[in-house]
């Protein structure tokens, strides 16, 4: 059973601060990884997605992969009131006989106070 | 900035009636998804569709389920009989690429709240 794992939280940090959410994964055949932020009763919206070990930035975000580790992060820099939500870890492979499935985590929920 | 919709944003069934939910993809895309989410609970994925067939299926996505491209627009999931246990909240993906190629991400749509009584 290939299983995506995350601390659901909450994880709770100042307006301005760096928040990290972690997210680890069992299948190691995996080879796309995806950040979404969910609001409540709203849909899974695409923020990061990581192909390579090591780290990508994107603005305030960086995604951070070690393969060797099966782990990912995510970190929010300058954290702000309106990055408080769930952020989702999704997991999929790639190459032939792959379909796109996606396997997600429980998500993290970021409360970030003023 | 393109987006996937789907309608209707809730859909309140009895037990055993028919429902189909529907989804019109961005434009461009070739690769399609449903996924659903209980309340509370994980993001599961149902199924994969491309080229006018399932891709890849989920133990969830049993014989009481269908999905169907039956225009150039639009994606829809219909469920047969429904079951107390599929209220859910429905979300239909589409990406450009597929998975066999280096970049297959996935963009959502809105939802559709399924509840059934």
């Known amino acids: 059973q290939k299983e995506v794992e995350q601390n659901s939280g909450p994880l709770s940090v100042p307006e301005g601060a760096i928040a990290s959410l972690n997210c680890t994964y069992s299948d190691r055949g995996s080879q796309s990884f995806f950040w979404y932020r969910q609001y409540s009763g709203k849909s899974p919206e695409l923020i990061m997605f990581?192909?390579?070990?090591g780290d990508k930035e994107d603005g305030r975000f960086t995604a951070q992969l070690n393969k060797a580790s099966q782990y990912v992060s995510l970190l929010i820099r300058d954290s702000q009131p309106s990055d408080s939500a769930t952020y989702l870890c999704?997991?999929?492979?790639?190459?032939?006989?792959?379909?796109?499935?996606?396997?997600f985590g429980q998500g993290t929920t970021l409360q970030v106070k003023p | 900035e393109p987006e996937v919709t789907q309608t209707p944003s809730h859909q309140v069934t009895q037990m055993g009636q028919e429902v189909i939910l529907r989804c019109v993809p961005i434009?461009?895309?070739?690769?399609f998804y449903w996924y659903r989410q209980i309340l509370g609970q994980k993001v599961e994925f149902l199924v994969s569709?491309?080229?006018?067939?399932?891709?890849?299926k989920s133990e969830i996505f049993d014989d009481q389920f269908s999905v169907e491209r039956p225009d150039g627009s639009n994606f829809t999931l219909k469920i047969r009989s429904t079951k107390l246990e599929d209220s859910a909240m429905y979300f239909c993906?589409?990406?450009?690429?597929?998975?066999?190629?280096?970049?297959?991400?996935?963009?959502f749509g809105p939802g559709t709240r399924l509840t059934v009584l």
């Open positions: 434009s461009n895309h070739l690769y």
């Open positions: 993906a589409s990406s450009e690429r597929g998975a066999g190629e280096s970049y297959n991400e996935q963009f």
């Open positions: 999704a997991v999929g492979g790639l190459g032939s006989g792959n379909t796109g499935k996606l396997i």
């Open positions: 990581i192909y390579s070990n």
């Open positions: 569709f491309y080229n006018n067939e399932i891709s890849e």
